[in-house]
């Protein structure tokens, strides 16, 4: 096995002691981390909330609104040439919504999903709330701590993490099977685990991207490539993976669908119904007078129904509580270092870390158009650069010196770097993807020989065949040749995997992350439009090889398709776990390296 440049036996404190500080260094900063998001966002998440649920309350009534009543409980309103249509409900509607209501509110302590019933009798499920999203996210963060002990004291070389997922996953699992573990009113166990976990797993998801900018920031300290051909031949191996993997991956299913006979419709049927689907979606609907069913909808020249705005990711508040705490703790940071202050390095990690944070909430407030190839991931990363260049010309350092403390490969409370604390929360990251896949089992189940062949396919095949294009192109010539190799292999894999599957293989973890960040671009701008080209329209196919070879950016492409979505969330998931599953056994592991590297 190769040596791993990343490895922990090179730190500059004893594994004994960053071991016997780890469990509590990363739980204080993620509970830090956390309470900073609630605090801040707490109001005007839950103002957005309210502006979803109720759009008509949240706009402010303009003086020229006029509003009619055609007598059967429809009241029509128009306001600058745009007419809305409101049906209150009859008494007795009101009366079975009353006590529904009243139901909900009786239940809600025992259960994360609260349902709120609106005037017009729609129904709409409120999010959990933050509170409760930052409970729910600890227990994975107490998995994580726990079993990354256990691992570390039984000197078990499977990734903790990935045991943890497996582990949540295979135990809902049987909860909710086993007749005995059902509660009085005939839910699993294994459903009820799911909901209170579901709350945290959505909080963590949601800040899951800004965990991998620290791998992409330690790019300039991984090894040299070599010459400029070998960054050249890198770039190849992204893009003739990513169409191997999706050729590969697209088909193998496409042919095991049609062989059961589960394709039915024809190719030219199906791409009009999906391109049918997609301009349903992306257009708004407007009722015309013919389409009037009231005599009092015939008087309105025009009824558009438009959608609130969809918020931005983050709020104002949050963005301006993290800017303000940047600027603050800049200031304290830099004439602490000045000053030679003893502490300096915890209060540098804090300004650092806030910086990291800011400036992928600033990122991810761009309009979709941007952060389609602008992603925030990479704007976090830029930024960073930029603050580690300034703190290094305020405190009289270099922009390498401050990045080398910045990811210092220690979890030490007064040595620890803000990239390895951000970098320590991929754990319960890992194990919250046993929830993705729990919400998923009832598809996994209906099409279980299709999806286990192509997260097969798109993991067996990956892994081996990047293994042998590297070594035939020669990549990283004589000197850097096998580091470099090992670090393509995980290129189709989700981030928190991928760094996990090149330190089993002794790859860099910085080129390891960043090459996955640029496949995932490069499948969200091509990867459905390649598969139109190719002519595949059957949905199965379509999310399950996008899943398989764009991972989690790829599959954001095509979340307007939503029968082929729920295939490539899945699958990008499963292709993760085993091809992480794949590289921890020895034997896999090193056949991989003798393919890619030979007898170097």
């Not at 993705?436 to 020989?449: C, D, E, I, Q, V």
Request: glycine share 8%.
């Amino acid at each position: 096995m190769l040596s791993n440049p990343n490895n922990s036996s090179s730190r500059r404190d004893s594994p004994l002691v960053a071991r016997t500080m780890t469990t509590t260094t990363v739980l204080r900063v993620a509970v830090i981390v956390l309470v900073v998001v609630v605090v801040s966002s707490s109001s005007a998440s839950l103002h957005s909330v309210e502006a979803i649920r109720n759009p008509r309350k949240s706009r402010t009534p303009s003086s020229s609104a006029v509003t009619t009543n055609d007598g059967s409980g429809r009241s029509i309103t128009c306001t600058d040439g745009i007419c809305t249509i409101t049906t209150s409900p009859s008494p007795p509607t009101q009366q079975k919504q009353k006590k529904k209501k009243n139901d909900a509110e009786s239940s809600s302590s025992s259960s994360f999903n609260v349902t709120i019933r609106g005037g017009g009798g729609a129904t709409a499920t409120a999010t959990p709330t933050q509170l409760c999203q930052l409970q729910s996210a600890m227990y994975f963060l107490i998995m994580d701590l726990v079993l990354r002990k256990v691992f570390y004291i039984t000197q078990i070389p499977f990734p903790s993490q990935l045991a943890g997922c497996i582990l949540l996953f295979v135990t809902m699992v049987l909860l909710e099977w086993l007749p005995f573990a059902h509660t009085t009113t005939g839910t699993g166990a294994g459903e009820a685990l799911f909901r209170v976990l579901s709350p945290g797993a959505t909080l963590i998801t949601k800040w899951l991207p800004v965990f991998f900018v620290p791998g992409l920031a330690g790019v300039p300290l991984a090894p040299s490539m070599g010459a400029p051909i070998e960054v050249a031949k890198v770039l190849g191996v992204v893009v003739l993976g990513f169409f191997f993997t999706l050729f590969t991956t697209t088909y193998t299913v496409l042919g095991l669908r049609k062989f059961q006979g589960a394709i039915v419709t024809s190719n030219a049927d199906t791409a009009a119904a999906a391109v049918a689907t997609t301009a349903e979606d992306e257009t708004a609907t407007t009722l015309t007078p013919s389409a009037a069913t009231t005599p009092a909808t015939a008087d309105v020249a025009a009824v558009a129904v438009t959608e609130p705005t969809k918020p931005k990711a983050f709020s104002d508040a949050m963005l301006s509580f993290l800017v303000k705490g940047t600027i603050v703790s800049a200031a304290i940071s830099i004439g602490a270092t000045r000053a030679d202050y003893t502490y300096r390095t915890p209060v540098q990690t804090i300004f650092l870390g806030l910086t990291t944070i800011t400036a992928f909430v600033w990122g991810a407030r761009f309009p979709p158009a941007i952060t389609k190839f602008l992603h925030p991931i990479l704007t976090s990363t830029g930024l960073t650069f930029v603050a580690l260049y300034l703190t290094g010309r305020a405190t009289g350092s270099t922009f390498l010196a401050v990045l080398k403390e910045y990811k210092c490969g220690s979890l030490h409370p007064l040595t620890a770097g803000a990239g390895d604390l951000i970098l320590s929360l991929l754990g319960p990251a890992v194990i919250s993807f046993s929830i993705a896949m729990y919400s998923r089992k009832g598809l996994l189940a209906t099409n279980l020989p299709t999806v286990l062949t192509g997260m097969v396919v798109g993991s067996v095949g990956s892994l081996f065949g990047t293994a042998a294009f590297v070594r035939a192109i020669g990549l990283g010539g004589a000197t850097h040749s096998c580091f470099l190799r090992m670090s393509t292999i995980p290129r189709n894999v989700t981030t928190a995997l991928a760094m996990v599957i090149a330190k089993l293989l002794g790859g860099d973890i910085s080129i390891a992350a960043s090459l996955v960040v640029l496949t995932g671009m490069f499948a969200a701008m091509i990867g459905g439009k390649t598969l139109d080209a190719w002519g595949v329209t059957d949905p199965v196919a379509r999310g399950l090889g996008i899943g398989a070879a764009g991972q989690s950016l790829g599959s954001a492409s095509i979340s307007h398709e939503k029968d082929a979505f729920p295939f490539a969330a899945l699958n990008l998931v499963l292709v993760a776990v085993f091809a992480t599953i794949l590289a921890s056994i020895p034997a896999v592991s090193n056949l991989l390296i003798q393919i890619a590297c030979g007898n170097q």
